[in-house]
């Protein structure tokens, strides 16, 4: 059975022909691979190999004048390929050691339990566990640079700037998070007492648009990275 491999995601499929659509990434089927049958393998490599050890016939001018042979020096003297810059290194650093993924897990962390300090701020009065909330969501706010740029280079560098829906489900997702977080830390700011004002609803509502939009990044994220 033949093996096709999503270029952009890395999911495998198996069957005679491509899916029309990756179910991991959506992608169309021009996006997949066919990957060399491992059964087939064994026999066809043999000729290769046999053909490889076979000495080259000597190459003799047309001209009549010898050809300069390649030697190490020649290949010396050639220009050096230029080194990336530090950003690219760095860039590619963070994509191979899976950055993205990694600190992603800060503000998904804290989030959940921001939202549940303030909730139980809104139902007790409390404004000890507001506090709480918004010491824990000040963390989120200093997280969440590093994680939206390091997922910005893992969608460039990994997977290509693929434009499927599922991308730009992630996208929205995550810019609704950033944005329900930078109204809630500022709100808080402007006033520590809304949890016991009239409008604590909406400052709960916002934060749970929050929650929401990040459990809909991380799943998303969860279902790129396990293939599932």
């Known amino acids: 059975m033949k093996r096709w491999q999503c270029s952009v995601c890395k999911y495998i499929h198996k069957g005679d022909e ?14 997949f691979i066919l990957l060399e049958d491992e059964e087939k393998k064994p026999e066809s490599a043999a000729a290769p190999a046999e053909k490889a050890a076979e000495p080259s016939p000597e190459k003799v001018p047309t001209s009549g004048v010898p050809e300069p042979e390649t030697s190490q020096a020649n290949l ?10 530090f950003y690219d290194k760095a860039a590619d650093q963070m994509v191979k050691h899976h950055a993205h993924p990694v600190t992603v897990h800060m503000p998904n962390g804290i989030i959940p339990v921001v939202v549940a300090l303030f909730i139980i701020s809104w139902l007790s009065g409390a404004t000890l566990f507001a506090k709480a909330g918004f010491i824990n969501l000040f963390f989120v706010v200093l997280s ?19 434009a499927t829906s599922i991308f730009k489900i992630k996208i929205m997702a995550a810019a609704i998070t950033t944005s329900a977080c930078m109204v809630s830390i500022i709100w808080y700011l402007v006033n520590p007492d809304v949890l016991t004002s009239d409008r604590a609803w909406v400052f709960i509502l916002v934060n749970l ?6 459990g ?13």
Do not use: N, R
């Not at 809909?216 to 599932?228: E, P, R």
């Open 209 to 214: 648009v929050m929650l929401g939009a990040a």
């Open 144 to 162: 969440l640079p590093v994680v939206l740029f390091s997922g910005y280079l893992e969608w460039t560098k990994k997977y290509g700037k693929a």
């Open 216 to 228: 809909v990044a991380g799943h998303i994220g969860g279902k790129l990275v396990f293939k599932d």
């Open 18 to 31: 491509p899916p029309e659509k990756c179910p991991v990434c959506g992608v169309d089927s021009s996006k």
């Open 76 to 85: 010396s003297e050639q220009p050096p390929v230029p080194a990336g810059t």
